[in-house]
């Protein structure tokens, strides 16, 4: 399995921590960033490039880290074809996998300790998407996505007059 991993500057030390983690476990990663703690990189450049990553085949799956993990997770859900899941709980993680198909785990360094991110995402690989009922509402998602994509025209500015 290969997975495309990255952070903003909030979520830098837990993807460290993270990176070795699963390198301990013999997982494949390619970090998209940031280098160190100090640089300041928007979680939109970080999460649009690992989602497009994924969704070219170049990846398994990803992770990507931000202060609250909620950015990143808005910006990865963009992305045609990719579900991305914030999780900071193992059983969210797992459903993540087993119910949603999720392609990107997203957390939040603000928000959860190393320890417990080592768990969420260990629950997150260990799981596999399960089919059944889930396969069918899977494949709504996809399918209303692909529907909305085609039938964007022009963005427009709502207002409420």
């Not at 640089?39 to 990507?64: K, N, S, T, W």
């Not at 949603?100 to 260990?122: C, D, F, S, W």
């Not at 692909?146 to 963005?155: A, I």
Request: charged fraction near 25%.
């Amino acid at each position: 399995m290969r997975i495309a991993i990255g952070a903003d500057e909030a979520g830098y030390t837990l993807k460290e921590i993270i990176k070795s983690y699963l390198g301990d476990k013999g997982v494949e990663c390619e970090d998209f960033g940031p280098s160190d703690g100090n640089e300041q990189i928007d979680y939109p450049d970080v999460g649009f490039a690992v989602a497009e990553q994924i969704m070219q085949g170049r990846f398994d799956r990803g992770i990507l880290v931000c202060g609250t993990g909620i950015g990143m997770t808005i910006t990865a859900d963009k992305v045609p074809g990719i579900r991305a899941a914030l999780c900071h709980d193992t059983y969210s993680a797992e459903r993540a996998r087993k119910s949603n198909n999720a392609q990107v785990l997203t957390m939040g360094a603000r928000v959860i300790g190393p320890e417990l991110a080592k768990h969420v995402v260990q629950a997150w690989l260990d799981a596999e998407f399960d089919g059944g009922a889930s396969e069918r509402k899977v494949q709504k998602i996809m399918e209303g996505e692909q529907r909305l994509n085609q039938s964007r025209g022009p963005q427009s500015e709502n207002s409420c007059s």
